[in-house]
């Protein structure tokens, strides 16, 4: 089986030459697949999976590991590690650092899941995205909201609950000091850390999930969230299909486009086959939806349950249908947020380019009430060993492949009488000369699911975006493998070194 996919987010301001040369590079990961009833991990998650963070702002990240039924595993242990140091640095415990340079940084916190058992090792892989901003953008919480906004569990069933606080501005707020409590004690209980422990008592509870949200600093009250549950009967969790929306929450801007996935799964965790699955957005003001994937509205807010997903089984449960719902929270545009008077910025202040590709800079500051101004029309000073820049901001890459902190700066017009001189780093990018599989070795069950992920790389170690991926099975090996790398396993248990292939494809610029 063969997919193709994209890889990443294209450069900032994009590269508009070409020469038509690619160079290919190829890597592959080994795959142990067993027979075993016993939960093994499938998914792991990093909490939260995104945020924004001020330079040298620290965040502590957590994660959870599920099983392929979405049953939250506690046996497992976490390995943390960049994907880029200009986002910043992680301990080997989750504590993140921002670095000095902001700029967004996609899928840089990378978490594996270690699971030990007698057998070997299992792991699942995913990563967290950080934006780095030039300060604290919002400074009170305004409403919280928990992920999900209904969890539907077995008695006994543990599930993770999130908190998302969005602020005065609009953005989530990440100094967070959280309490969490039930107030009905047969819904079961739930620890600090928002792990639920579902009770015995099937039945529907509304609202008795609840996290107060103050921030670390300051002395505001806290505000409050909730969330309801659902707890099946024994007869309804062993008869009954799950469905499952990937990714279980949305957390995004205005414009920003996220791929939807539903997976469905018997009481045991193994996949079931879905039909054609149809989409609905059940809130306009979640935004829209082309196919599979979400475009967010331009409406800031929290969207519980906004979006369903339905679909007819096939196979042994041929003529039932199922349905999931996902959350989504709106974050305000990043032109509406508020700032410090006179701070400024080069926007993208991280510049990723190709010898001979182009790319466009403003810059952003704040005027005397805090509200933001972008322009290029400024006196741009530049380091012309590696890029040329002209009076509209329009910039070329000259140089050879390398980091050049403080390549690109300008002076932004005083506020108050004062002036700030911003800067940006330029990262000019070589051809790729390897890619690799993360993870390199997966164990998993039949029909047990593994997320893989592509990193491409330049001879300076620079990580490349600009790639197109074709993922594909080794003859032999089974199951199947789609355009962004997730596997299902197949039904032969076996040893199957290099079972996943990839193609990893970068056109060159002139």
Known sequence: MLAVAGCGVSAPGGIDRFTGERITVEASADIHIVASAVARVALVRAIPDGLTVPRGGIIIFTAVAEDAAGRFLADVDFRWRMRDPLAGTVSDRGLFTAGSVSGVYTEVVEVTAVQRTDTGEFVATSAASVIVTSGFIDTSIVSVTIFPSTATVRPGERVAMRPGALGNFGGLVQDLALVWRVTDPDVGEIDQNGTLTAGSKPGFYEDVVQVQARRLTGSAPPVIGTASVRVLSLAEARGGVRAVVGPSVVVGRPGERFPLVLFAFDFQGRSVPLGDVRWQVRDPGVGVLDRDRLILGSTPGQYPASVRATAMLAGAYEGRTVSAD????????????????????????????????????SLLYFDANGLAVTTSEVEWRFDDFVVTVDARGRVSAVGPPGVYAGAISAEAPAVNGVTQT??????????????????????????????FAALAFDAADNRLFDIQLVWEL????????????LYVAGDRPGDYPGGMRLKATQRLAR
């Open 326 to 361: 996902l959350d989504v929270l709106v974050q305000r545009p990043l032109a509406q947020v508020l700032g410090v008077p006179g701070d400024a910025q080069v926007v993208p202040e991280v510049i990723r380019l190709q010898r001979g590709a182009r790319a466009r800079v």
């Open 422 to 451: 911003a800067s940006a780093t330029v990262i000019l990018l070589g051809p790729m000369v390897r890619a690799e599989i993360v993870p390199g070795v997966v164990s998993l069950d039949v029909d047990g699911l593994a997320q």
């Open 474 to 485: 080794a003859a032999g090996t089974p199951g199947s493998v789609t355009a962004s790398g």
